[in-house]
């Protein structure tokens, strides 16, 4: 504590006793006279006591004086002692005030750095999600173009088999993916920003910190020697819109705890992206192998039965072959038949010339109308064969248009699945996953 002044004790001074002796002596006229001269001496006794008041004037003026060097003296070395004792304290406490402004600089630089470290980790994320977006386009287009591709596919083989379900079913999932993709990239862009704004305002508060400090520091350099320090009389308030030391800290404490917040968020979102992008690939590869073992059990299943229709064509044409030789044997055994029945029909004919009772009806008569009835039955029997025949010739033709034209059928679809989606499906990428790298 600051030591208190000595007080020194006041007395009253003697109050100035100036009374006038009255003379006794009998008025005069020459005492009359000289009345006016006389007022204006004083008498001995005064003249003493007019000398001790001023001496006592003299030595109270002295004293009093005295006492007041005294006092100002200790006033002097006690004003010394205090200015320079808050001096002290006021530099401590700006040396504790610029520990603490350290302490949140460094905070906030920390976690600065940490928010842009992890938002060029999200940002490359982002980038991964963009790459993998553009990757799905070639599996898209290789969907697409087989869909379209077996669209040109001839009527009997234009089904709805295993290959087009599974083909319907990866470009369901293909599009998915691509929205599932571009709403995480659009997630990973609004987080990017709210990375980008909690770090400019933890910059901000970093910067005014920073000039806080030099401020701060350079008060501390301050000393009464100091040659750039001056009376500014103005500045002893403080300012309306100042915070206290608890706002403060508050606010420094708010933007590391809004930075930490966006930080977690960021990394929670790159486990998200790393996941999405995971599952997407495996996905898509499953998928991909799925479609892939329908072709080639659908190719499969094409070779078979196009080699049965081969087999079929090969036995029909023998048919026709076989066919066509039994239709020239009939025609032969038709003409033959025929040159019988014309030689009995001659005989018959002739044999009618015969004259009055030779017209007998004897055993040669008989026999060739037997001969006659039988070759009739033999030609139509052997004419309703060749109908029959030739018949079924047609039908072997038909057959083997048929035949020829399934095959046709058979190997555009084999075409169609093997060499058009099969080989072009050869563009396929790998994995969603090592494409988003590159």
Known sequence: EEPQPTVVPSCPLPSKICDVVRSERPRSCCGMAMAGFR???????????????????AFTASEQAERGRAESQHLMKHAAASAQRTQEHSKTTLGQRLQDIHFWRVELQKEIMELDAETNLLAAQKLRLERALDATEVPYSVVIDNLECRERRQPPDLVIDEVERQLLKEADLIRDIRDLLKRTIIQATTQIRSNRIQKENCELDWSDKVETYHIDDKCVSYC??????QFHPSSVKFEENASTPKSWAQFSHDNISSA???KLASVQLRSLINNIIHDASEDLRMQRAAVNEAFDNRCR?????????????????????????????????IRDKEAHL???????????????IELCRDEPQFRLISEVEEL???????????????????NLEETRMKLEKEIAVKANSIFIDRQKCMSYRVRYPVDLEVASYK
């Open 260 to 262: 930490e917040q966006e």
């Open 342 to 356: 014309k030689v009995a029909h001659t005989r018959l004919f002739d044999r009618s010339f015969r004259p009055n």
């Open 39 to 57: 007022t204006s001496k004083y008498q001995v006794p005064e003249w003493h006591r007019r000398n001790a008041g001023v001496y006592y004037k």
């Open 224 to 229: 009464t020697d100091s040659t750039n320090v």
């Open 301 to 333: 299943e094409l070779d078979d039965a196009k080699l049965r229709l081969e087999q079929h064509l090969e036995q029909i044409l023998k048919d026709i072959a076989d066919e066509e030789a039994n239709i020239v044997n009939l025609k032969k055994s």
């Open 376 to 394: 009739t039955v033999f030609l139509e029997a052997l004419k309703r064969k060749l109908m029959e025949s030739e018949q079924n010739l047609k």
